[in-house]
């Protein structure tokens, strides 16, 4: 199954992308799809925690990911 990945502020510098596609198997939950990502793009591990938002929707660890999904991955912002 296809994916995009769409990566926001220190995420794009990381990995070095701002979008890419993958693919990944069927059935793959947002769980999965992190650990793929740690294992592909091994500086994301600077990274203490990132956001999921799926078709522009925050989603939870157990969510199923489906065909032609786009998938954000949103780091950590702070400021004041």
Do not use: C, H
Request: net charge negative; no cysteine; hydrophobic share 45%.
């Amino acid at each position: 199954m296809k994916i995009q990945l769409l990566f926001f502020g220190i995420a794009t510098d990381l990995v070095g992308e701002n979008s890419v596609f993958i693919e990944l198997k069927s059935a793959a939950t947002i769980s999965k799809l992190k650990k793929e990502l740690l294992s592909k793009y091994s500086k994301l591990k600077n990274i203490e925690d990132f956001a999921i938002a799926v078709n522009e929707e925050y989603a939870e660890n157990d969510l199923v990911l489906q065909e032609n999904d786009v998938v954000a991955i949103i780091p950590p912002v702070s400021g004041g």
